[in-house]
Nanobody
Framework: VQLQASGGGLVQAGDSLRLSCAFS????????MGWFRQAPGKEREIVAV????????YYGDSVKGRATISRDNAKNTVYLQMNSVRPEDTAVYFC???????????????????WGQGTQVTVSS
């Protein structure tokens, strides 16, 4: 599995951003997909997860109500839309994939099988 994240950059507080992650190498529709982020000096945290069908989603507390994860199984792509971004959203954002629901790895996200390279998001105040 290969994951290629894109869409990061510098945004102003209060703006919106959209990240994309292109999946290749296996059957995309079999995989739980998600977004995680890691800020300097902090642990990696879950942002959002979608089930293989997109019918079930999970959001981290810090982004609930501001983020929407979606997937297009025809395009093998997962998206993260974040509105009303805040300076504390500044982090490297990673997409991830696994056959097991990603949120089940809450004890150790490092056990998730596949990770993208990360895309930097910087929110200026």
């Amino acid at each position: 599995v290969q994951l290629q994240a894109s869409g990061g950059g510098l945004v102003q507080a209060g703006d919106s951003l959209r990240l994309s992650c292109a999946f290749s190498g296996r059957t995309f529709s079999s995989y739980s997909m998600g977004w995680f982020r890691q800020a300097p000096g902090k642990e990696r945290e879950i942002v959002a997860v979608t089930s293989w069908s997109g019918g079930s989603t999970y959001y981290g507390d810090s982004v609930k109500g501001r983020a929407t994860i979606s997937r297009d199984n025809a395009k093998n792509t997962v998206y993260l839309q974040m509105n009303s971004v805040r300076p504390e959203d500044t982090a490297v954002y990673f997409c991830a994939a696994d056959l097991t629901p990603l949120q089940s790895y809450y004890r150790d996200y490092g056990l998730i099988h596949y990770w993208g390279q990360g895309t930097q998001v910087t929110v200026s105040s």
